[in-house]
Each structure stands twice: as structure tokens, then as C-alpha cells.
């Protein structure tokens, strides 16, 4: 058996449900193992679930979290929201040696800090996969959770730093778990991985040269459109009134005020000239009403929504930048923290895009500006197209399937 191990938001755990479907249907017996609240979503594609702790994700929906992603220093702040947590850590990693009982192989995202350890236990091989480039130094760029463009001769250390920045937080819960339920020295650092798999496009981010043999950009882990799925009938009418709308939305990430947020893209879309569907997804914005030529819809498929938009306007989270223009749309990233402001200026350098415009700096003619400018600079639209044609032509599953299937050989 095959087993999964992810955390995090809607965008960590739905590269390894696509990857969790892609194995099955090439034969093997896989299980995913992540927080409760995906359980619905993991079963209702066929996959075996299994529970990991949801308390790291519940921790940004609290006000503390809330204050952490929303300020300045952002990485500061949520390091120092994680820092005396050991209790929250030794939970997670139970639950991993818990769910990984019968594998044969285990696949990993970072924040499953025990993957390492529990594959040194069990003698078996582990992956560490990524929808972003930082799972190994190189000295192309700094890593993409540092917001910085380039740092020189630093760039390589920039992923060191970033890399171990995870266990040194959770050391002493480590050392802890490693002796006492996995029989383990406590000093030991778990198992080399097998292999590092970056689950997103070459397209956007060439392979580094200076990386070794194990460490794979395999193309994104993209989620297949429900052959059944349809759009609500007042979502057709609309598309079907007029020219393609912008989409906006801002995916997992919650915000202070949803309802300002709200009336700030309404805004923008009016001075911009554009119809536009609105994404409400887990509360970062809300219209309750909405005025003509506009939209607001929970959530529908990326896959099948934006091939029918004009540009879209997102957070800038690898999954939905990878989306965007997978379906060729001029993109308009507006990035919170971690790795968002990363994929905002590779959107912008490859020219499929304006300037990403930082969430706190957000005013409705700013973003009207950038919205005209995608939907009008044929530029853009040209280097989308081009991206998308180049996307279309990968096969990130059935990539990371080949690896895995190697390894297990």
C-alpha cells in the first residue's frame, strides 16, 4: 500500500488526492491521510481516508492565526504562533505512525513532519513532494517562502534555512515521539528520502541544473474535472449573457473583513469595465448583493471555470496560479504570504500578467488598473496561451507514478 500524508489548506491537499486517484487507477492500494474536514471530499472521489490532526489549519481561523498571516512580518509571526505547540506536534505525529501502518511507501508533504522517521521505522522508502520549488537548495533563486526576488550567493542557504526551520520548531516533541513510540535514537534525523518529488510545471519554474537525480519536477498533480459535474443553472445563465467574465477569488485564506473585501472587488470590476464571477470560497470574501454583471458563487471547478474567464484575480497559491494558466487566462495574483508573492513575480516575469499587487496594498482602482491591463494587453494574453499549450502536453500524476513505481521496484 501506498499512503499519503498531507496538511494544510484546500491547495496542499488536492495535488495528493490527484495523485491518490492516479495510483488507484493504475492498480495500487493507496490511502490519504489528512484533516477531517477534506474527509467528505477524499470519500466522495473513491479514495480510503484516514485522520490526521486538523488542529495547524484551525490555529490560522483563530484570531491569533488570523493576526500572524495578515501583518507584515508574516513568517515571523506564524513561527512565533507554532513556537510552544509541542503538545499539538507529538498529536500529529502519532496520528502519522497511526495511518501509515501497512505501507509499503510513504508520500509525504512537509508539514507531515514525521515521514522520515516512520519510513526509518518501518524500513521503507519515503517521498517529500511539494507543489512549489523548496524541497532542495539551489542557487537559481532564494527559496520561494522568503520574499525576496534574488539573494545572490545566498540564494542556495536561503533553503537550508527554510528547510529546517520545521524541525527546529518541533524538535523537542521530536526526539520525544522517536524514542518513545518508534524505538528510535532520539538524535536521529529519520530516513534519507527517496526521492523529492515538485509537483508543479516547468513551465513556469525550469528545473534548477544544480539539483541531483532524486529531486523531480514531475508537472502539477491536477485534479480531473468530474466527467458529471455541472454547472448550477444561474452560473450557465450568466456565462451565457454576456462576454467572459473575470473571475476573483482568494481561495482557503480567510480574511478580516470579508464583507469589505467584498465591495472592494465589486468596485473594481465596475471601474474596470468587466462582469465578474466572484469565488466566496472558506470566507475570504462576501457579496450578499450582488449588483448586475456580477456573479458570487461558492466554489466550482477550476478546471471547468476559468477556460471561460477572461483574467483572473487569485491569492497566487501554486495550485490555482497553475490553473489559471493551465487554462491560458491572463493572471492577476494578489499574495498573502509563504509562497504566493514567489509564484505573483514568476507570473509576471514569463509576462502572463501584471505586477502581483500585495493583499495588505489591495485598493479597488489598483486592482481595477491591473484588470484592465490583462484583459486589454494582448501581450499577455499571447505568453497565457503559449503557457497553456506547453502545460497541456504534461502529465504530473502519471510522472510522479513512474518515480513511485521505480522505488517500489
Known amino acids: 500500500m501506498i499512503?499519503?500524508?498531507?496538511?494544510?489548506?484546500?491547495?496542499?491537499?488536492?495535488?495528493?488526492?490527484?495523485?491518490?486517484?492516479?495510483?488507484?487507477?493504475?492498480?495500487?492500494?493507496?490511502?490519504?491521510?489528512?484533516?477531517?474536514?477534506?474527509?467528505?471530499?477524499?470519500?466522495?472521489?473513491?479514495?480510503?481516508?484516514?485522520?490526521?490532526?486538523?488542529?495547524?489549519?484551525?490555529?490560522?481561523?483563530?484570531?491569533?492565526?488570523?493576526?500572524?498571516?495578515?501583518?507584515?512580518?508574516?513568517?515571523?509571526?506564524?513561527?512565533r504562533l507554532m513556537r510552544g505547540r509541542g503538545p499539538m506536534f507529538r498529536r500529529l505525529l502519532q496520528a502519522q505512525w497511526e495511518t501509515a501502518q501497512g505501507a509499503a511507501l510513504l508520500v509525504c508533504h512537509p508539514k507531515a513532519l514525521g515521514g522520515a522517521h516512520i519510513a526509518e521505522r518501518l524500513g521503507i522508502p519515503a517521498f517529500v513532494a511539494l507543489p512549489l520549488p523548496a524541497l532542495a537548495p539551489t542557487r537559481a533563486f532564494p527559496s520561494p517562502l522568503l520574499p525576496f526576488a534574488d539573494l545572490g550567493p545566498l540564494n542556495r542557504a536561503s533553503h537550508a534555512l527554510m528547510l529546517g526551520a520545521a524541525a527546529r520548531m518541533a524538535r523537542k516533541p521530536l526526539r520525544d515521539w522517536r524514542a518513545k513510540a518508534l524505538g528510535l535514537p532520539p538524535s536521529g534525523r529519520g530516513a534519507a528520502a527517496a526521492g523529492?518529488?515538485?509537483?508543479?510545471?516547468?513551465?513556469?519554474?525550469?528545473?534548477?541544473?544544480?539539483?541531483?537525480?532524486?529531486?523531480?519536477?514531475?508537472?502539477?498533480?491536477?485534479?480531473?474535472?468530474?466527467?458529471?459535474?455541472?454547472?448550477?443553472?444561474?452560473?450557465?445563465a450568466f456565462l451565457a449573457a454576456g462576454p467572459p467574465p473575470v473571475h476573483v477569488g482568494f481561495g482557503s485564506l480567510p480574511t478580516k473583513d470579508a464583507a469589505g473585501m467584498g465591495r472592494l472587488v465589486a468596485e473594481a470590476l465596475a471601474l474596470a469595465g468587466q462582469r465578474g464571477v466572484i469565488s466566496t470560497g472558506w470566507g475570504g470574501l462576501a457579496l450578499e448583493a450582488p449588483g448586475p454583471g456580477l456573479h458570487v458563487v461558492e466554489g466550482?471547478?477550476?478546471?471547468?471555470?476559468?477556460?471561460?474567464?477572461?483574467?483572473?484575480?487569485?491569492?497566487?497559491?501554486?495550485g490555482t496560479t497553475d490553473a489559471g494558466l493551465r487554462?491560458?487566462?491572463?493572471?492577476?495574483?494578489?499574495p498573502f504570504f509563504g509562497d504566493q508573492p514567489f509564484w505573483g513575480r514568476r507570473v509576471q516575469a514569463l509576462g502572463a500578467g501584471p505586477a502581483p499587487i500585495p493583499f495588505r496594498a489591495l485598493t479597488s482602482?489598483?486592482?481595477?488598473?491591473?484588470?484592465?491591463?490583462?484583459?486589454?494587453?494582448?501581450?499577455?494574453?499571447?505568453?497565457?496561451?503559449?503557457?497553456?499549450?506547453?502545460?497541456?502536453g504534461e502529465d504530473g500524476v502519471a510522472e510522479a507514478i513512474r518515480i513511485l513505481r521505480q522505488a517500489l521496484a
Not at 196 to 211: E, G, I, K, N, Q
Not at 305 to 318: E, I, S, Y
Not at 374 to 380: K, L, Q, Y
Open 3 to 79: 499512503v499519503l500524508q498531507t496538511l494544510g489548506t484546500r491547495g496542499d491537499v488536492q495535488p495528493f488526492l490527484a495523485l491518490a486517484i492516479g495510483l488507484q487507477a493504475a492498480g495500487f492500494p493507496v490511502r490519504l491521510a489528512t484533516a477531517p474536514r477534506f474527509q467528505p471530499t477524499i470519500e466522495a472521489a473513491g479514495v480510503p481516508f484516514a485522520p490526521l490532526p486538523g488542529e495547524m489549519l484551525e490555529l490560522i481561523d483563530t484570531p491569533e492565526g488570523q493576526a500572524a498571516i495578515s501583518g507584515r512580518h508574516k513568517l515571523l509571526a506564524t513561527l
Open 300 to 318: 466550482a471547478p477550476h478546471g471547468w471555470l476559468f477556460p471561460r474567464m477572461a483574467a483572473v484575480v487569485h491569492h497566487g497559491g501554486a
Open 365 to 392: 482602482p489598483r486592482l481595477a488598473a491591473a484588470i484592465r491591463q490583462a484583459v486589454s494587453d494582448p501581450a499577455m494574453s499571447d505568453s497565457a496561451a503559449r503557457i497553456a499549450v506547453r502545460m497541456a
Open 327 to 334: 487554462a491560458g487566462c491572463p493572471s492577476i495574483l494578489c
Open 196 to 236: 523529492r518529488l515538485h509537483a508543479y510545471s516547468p513551465a513556469l519554474v525550469p528545473r534548477p541544473a544544480d539539483w541531483d537525480a532524486r529531486t523531480h519536477v514531475t508537472g502539477a498533480w491536477v485534479l480531473p474535472v468530474e466527467p458529471a459535474w455541472t454547472p448550477p443553472p444561474a452560473l450557465a
